[in-house]
């Protein structure tokens, strides 16, 4: 399996930006999908960003021209770049890859989750 670990969460003012970090335990090269999701106090688990193995990437509209994924496949690290952060940010977002080896197969992995919180 893959294990990831999420780190570069913090308390920042809005407006500031926060780069977080996912080290995965092996290669990420195979990997299908890798992403950030995030879930506030009763809310929903909601994607925040993927990026496919082919560097395709897709977005929450709310996060759109403020965040950033990227993957570093030699480092097996993905990253997200937080920038103009508001407080409806706050949250404890998820590092997550998928894995699918098989079209009726696929297989999850997530973080432990770092919380982000964004004060006025």
């Known amino acids: 399996q893959v294990q990831l670990v999420e780190s570069g969460g913090g308390l920042v003012q809005a407006g500031g930006s926060l780069r977080l970090s996912c080290a995965a335990s092996r290669s990420i090269r195979s990997l299908d999908v890798v992403g950030w999701y995030r879930q506030a106090p009763g809310k929903q688990r909601d994607l925040v960003a993927s990026m496919t193995d082919g560097w395709t990437t897709n977005y929450r509209d709310s996060v759109k021209g403020r965040f950033t994924i990227s993957r570093d496949n030699a480092k097996n690290t993905v990253y997200l770049q937080m920038n103009s952060l508001r407080p409806e940010d706050t949250a404890v977002y998820y590092c997550?890859?998928?894995?699918?080896?098989?079209?009726?197969?696929?297989?999850?992995?997530w973080g432990q989750g770092t919380q982000v919180t964004v004060s006025s």
């Open positions: 997550y890859a998928k894995f699918t080896p098989v079209v009726e197969r696929s297989y999850e992995f």
